[in-house]
């Protein structure tokens, strides 16, 4: 059944801009159609259609059920800001893989100072019909390594994909596994300095390898979250 999101009002749904004009230009949904809409929380709808004017859509809501797809950990991927073309692929494996929060931040091999945080909100929404999550990830607005550092405090374990790391794997995390609150850090395409990466770790950060073989920017996110998954039985 195809899911679109929507804004809950009483026992209604409603559906407007880009997801009305998906349902019933694209999908050609009509009246008496059943849907699945999501509202940023954590349930699915089931619904029927009662209403499709010029601009929007009614939907009726037939039965709640929790959502499955949630995340049961908080994770938060600290991602250094990469090249355009890699922020796409990033956001919707984020959210694939059960990311909370996304928070970009410019290091010193960042190429791009920019991110267009309506395109990555439009990205999030689509992903998170995709892989059938009902709550959306939050990607914050964009900051600076310093700040970036102070964040860091806020959580249980802090898992670095460090590129010179040769030892240490995310097998050698024993806390991980009942951390509740966990920060990732993954570096963009010019990986981190050394400077850098002695300020990360002096933050009480993990360090550790994702092998020999170095990995793009999305690849290594994909990767590390994986493994965190796997291990936390997220």
Known sequence: MRRFFGIKNGENILIENDEFAHLTKVLRKKVGDKIVCICDDNFDYFCEIIKIDKKFCVAKIENVNSCKALPKKEITLIQALPKKEYIDEIVFKSVECGVSNLQFFISKF?????????????????????????????????????????????????????????????????????????????????????????????????????????????????????????????
């Open 110 to 234: 960042s190429n791009t100072k920019t991110v267009n945080l309506n395109r990555i909100t439009n990205q999030i929404i689509s992903a998170s019909k995709q892989c059938q999550r009902s709550k959306f990830m939050q990607c914050k607005n964009l900051i600076n390594f310093n700040q970036m550092l102070d964040l860091l405090k806020d959580y249980d374990i802090i898992v670095f994909a460090n590129e010179k790391e040769e030892k240490k794997s995310i097998f050698d995390l024993p806390s991980l596994t009942n951390a509740n609150k966990i920060a990732v850090i993954v570096g963009n395409e010019g990986g981190f300095s050394e400077e850098e990466i002695e300020s990360i770790i002096s933050k009480n950060a993990q360090s550790i390898t994702l092998g020999s073989r170095i990995l793009r920017c999305p690849t290594a996110v994909v990767a590390i979250l994986s493994l965190i998954n796997a291990v936390t039985k997220n």
